[in-house]
């Protein structure tokens, strides 16, 4: 169907195209070496990932390892709270280790495996990333390499300690800052001298082509499930979709199954502590065209051009930037972009933990948040939150900051 006079029935044959572009954002602007390693990946991703023994068995792994099809719950009582609005939760956060982003990693780790590659490397921030992709990488008897800024190793000891009882090698970072830009370069420069026996796992929609396709395409299961299971739950298709946006994959996953629908359609990006620059990470909404890590999309940057210091409670939304079709969605209208604060996100924190009983990822809660607030304005209708992640990994640092509640 038509949105803004756009044509979704032909969407996914279209986007990217076969550079990787959405329109203008994505590609590849790396370097002629990382070049022929993409292209190789994406090769493989067309002929492998596309064949039936592939699909089979992520299929057979989605569901015997990762526990899938998560459920979709009705949130009665915060529901109740609120009016006539319905709210729904997609329970990501009951997909094996706790969050979407074992979606993808198990989906890079097969293709790894497929392609007869040792290892598997990656960066990663706050250690999400790292301990999903080590996991699969135990799964799948492979070698894995997490880099990691000094400062973030630190900061993320739990997380350090599980990628390490999984059998990952931590690689720490000491460059520069020592935190996610150091590490992405470190883990790009291995991969450029290691490409053979190796294969980069990003951690979300961005990065050079063919990342930003195939991580929403092995997100995408995620709206698949969702979609049919609302129908069959309630006989109709949800008002609006919600999902928070880092780099956006698990928006991405929860948006492709909606994209041809009658459904408004909400990325929700932090706005931290507030507007100036440094003191959010809202890089749709406040950002404009460049690029970065290889790919063009919306970005926030200093004064040098050079992508600037972010900052969000949620440190798995504290990117810069975001994926190169969430930039296309934003400029077609079809997906529409707003911001949820610190403040907002940890009041949902509380409220779905209190009259759910579901503890959410802080990343998550700015979902939450935005449900919560479009729940009081449509009056009536029903709203579907992705709820990308479970808040284990957050409970501490909310005690610290905030105390109970
Ligand atoms: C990493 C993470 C996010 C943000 O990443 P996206 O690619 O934007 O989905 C959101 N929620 C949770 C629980 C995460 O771990």
Known sequence: MKHNNFEFDT???????????????????????????????????????????????????????????????????????????????????????????????????????????KKVIAETGAGQHGVALATAAAYFGLECDIYMGAVDIKKQAPNVARMKILGANVVEVTDGLATLKEAVDAAFAAYSRDYKDSIYCIGSVVGPHPFPMMVRDFQSVVGIEAREQFLEMTGELPDAVVACVGGGSNAMGMFSGFLNDPVDIYGIEPLGRGTALGDHAASLKYGTEGVMHGFNSI???????????????????????????????????????????????????????????????????????????????????????????????????????????
């Open 299 to 405: 970005m926030l940057k200093d004064e040098n051009g050079e992508p600037a210091p972010v900052y969000s409670v949620a440190s798995g939304l504290d990117y810069p930037s975001s994926g190169p079709e969430h930039a296309f969605l934003h400029d077609l209208g079809r997906v529409k972009y707003d911001v949820i604060n610190d403040d907002e996100t940890i009041d949902a924190f509380f409220s779905l933990s209190r009259m759910e009983g579901i503890i959410p990822a802080i990343e998550s809660a700015h979902a939450v948040a935005y449900g919560i607030k479009l729940a009081k304005q449509m009056g009536r209708g029903s709203v579907l939150i992705n709820l990308s992640g479970r808040g284990d990994k957050d409970m501490d640092y909310i005690i610290e900051k905030y105390g109970i509640r």
């Open 11 to 117: 969407y996914f044959k279209n986007y990217p195209d076969k550079d990787g572009f959405f329109g203008k954002y994505g590609g590849s602007y790396i370097t002629e070496d990382l070049k022929k390693a993409m292209d190789e990946i994406t090769e493989a991703y067309f002929t492998i990932c596309k064949s039936s023994r592939f699909i089979g068995e992520l299929r057979r792994i989605r569901k015997e390892f990762q526990g899938r099809p998560t459920p979709i719950s009705y949130l009665e009582r915060l529901s109740k709270s609120l009016g006539n609005v319905q709210l729904y939760v997609k329970r990501e956060d009951l997909n094996h280790t706790g969050a979407h982003k074992l979606n993808h990693c198990m989906g890079e780790a097969l293709l790894a495996k497929y392609m007869g590659k």
